[in-house]
């Protein structure tokens, strides 16, 4: 008689899963939280907020005679009004009953399906909101530098290299987006992700728009019509153009009183020099009394080279002996700053610069935070099949209506063109 081998047994042996779930994608909101932990919130309906701007000194000044001299004429303080409306996002999730059957025990899965999906639904959301949030408010999140359609897997109509920055690092897998021409006037049409390589600058999607071309654009779901408005971000706040407007008010009018310091990086690396003067342009346009609280919020890319720029310049002296006095480490521990200014990186942040925020001045318009959609009560809908009739699956939705400000252009710095580290 045979022996019993290991094929005759399988069926009674157990299958082993782990329990553990790893993230094997990104999801970072660093920006949105900061301003939500720092920032002023503001309820507000749907009629504009309106922020008052103490905007230019009044006042004549001058040598007087005392002897019966003429004074002259005086002038006063010219204040000035911004005004902020909040926009509103959705985020959408589908689920079948057969996800929720399937895992709403612990003999059947390791999680809960179902409930799992509102915990992910949200930290997803948060992290679209954060990538929005580094735009110049019109929901641009990168620029088609060439286009690839041969030679792609099954299900992939074309290939974008997207220019840097911001490369790829505003996408995510299956998010649906649109496609407008350079000058944000024609919609060609939409398309889903479906793959993200933030290393390679390069987005796969599942249809090309017709017309699209390099140099155009693409942006998230559900923008509209020419120049379309959307969170007003870093690159929205943080700029020193004279052109344009700015929360309604003309640039032009107030081309110095709006404009955020600015330091050129002329494409080199970032130097403690720049950094210094970016800081020293904040003082000499408000005063050493107005100077905030900055924080240095900036890309991967830009904290490598200030750590490189660390290493280069350290010189290493080792003495005394317990605790880690024996240890070496090039890259320092502790809080990160530059110039004293606390280091805030983040994934999404632009690759080239580097963003001097005073929180104090900065927060949001808001109408509704993050939250279920509900109708009268239910948050839960139903889908319909092709009958007519109820089909066996259910959506939900997170919405919210909010829009960021910042009251004091000024009180902020930026580097931009910086030289992005060989690697990135």
């Known amino acids: 008689m045979a ?3 290991n094929a005759q047994s399988v069926a009674l042996q157990l299958e ?10 990104e999801r970072d909101d660093m920006l949105l939280t900061m301003i939500q932990q720092r920032g002023d919130v503001e309820r507000v309906s749907s009629r504009n907020m309106r922020l008052p701007l103490q905007i230019r000194p009044g006042g004549k000044a ?28 959705r985020f959408a999730v589908e689920i079948t009953k057969l996800v929720e059957y399937a895992s709403n ?16 639904a949200m930290a997803q959301f948060r992290s679209f909101l954060d990538k929005v949030m580094q735009t110049n408010g019109n929901g641009v999140l990168g620029t088609v530098s060439s286009i690839t359609t041969s030679g792609l897997p099954a299900g992939v109509a074309a290939q974008f290299t997207m220019a840097k920055p911001p490369g790829a690092q505003l996408f995510y897998y299956n998010q ?50 020419a120049q379309p408005t959307s969170l007003f971000g870093i690159l929205y706040h943080q700029t020193n153009a004279t052109t344009g407007t700015w929360l309604n008010l003309n640039r032009s009018t107030y081309p110095v009183e709006l404009a955020t310091p600015r330091v050129n990086g002329n494409n080199s690396a970032l130097t403690p020099g720049a950094v210094r003067l970016a800081i020293n342009k904040v003082r000499k346009s408000l005063g050493n009394n107005q100077l905030g609280k900055l924080i240095a919020y900036t890309s991967l890319e830009q904290e490598h080279q200030w750590e490189q720029l660390g290493v280069t310049i350290s010189q290493i002296i080792k003495e005394g002996a317990g605790g880690r006095a024996s240890d070496l480490d090039l890259l320092f521990t502790g809080e990160k700053t530059m110039a004293g200014v606390p280091i805030k990186s983040s994934i999404n942040a632009n ?3 580097v963003d001097f925020l005073d929180l104090s001045h900065w927060g949001r318009a808001v109408m509704q935070d993050i939250d279920f959609y509900d109708v009268g009560g239910q948050t839960v809908f139903p889908i319909y099949g092709a009958s007519g009739g109820l089909a066996s699956a259910y959506i939900f939705y997170f919405v919210t209506g909010f829009q960021v400000w910042n009251e004091s252009p000024r009180s902020g710095a930026y580097i931009d063109n910086l030289a992005i580290p060989t690697g990135y």
């Open 3 to 5: 022996q019993m081998q």
């Open 16 to 25: 082993k899963v782990r329990d553990k779930l790893p993230l094997l994608y």
């Open 62 to 89: 001058g040598l007087a005679n005392m002897d019966g001299g003429d004074l002259g004429r005086g002038s006063g303080t010219m204040y000035d009004v911004a005004q902020v409306t909040p926009v509103f996002f």
């Open 105 to 120: 025990a612990p003999e059947k899965a390791i999680e809960n399906a179902a409930k799992r999906e509102v915990k992910n």
């Open 176 to 225: 649906t987006v649109q496609v407008y021409d350079p000058t944000l006037t024609t919609n060609r049409g939409s398309a889903n992700v479906m793959l993200v390589d933030p290393f390679n600058s390069l987005l796969q999607v599942d249809s090309l728009p017709g017309g699209t071309s390099a140099n155009d654009v693409i942006v998230h779901d559900g923008l509209t019509g």
């Open 351 to 353: 690759q080239t610069r």
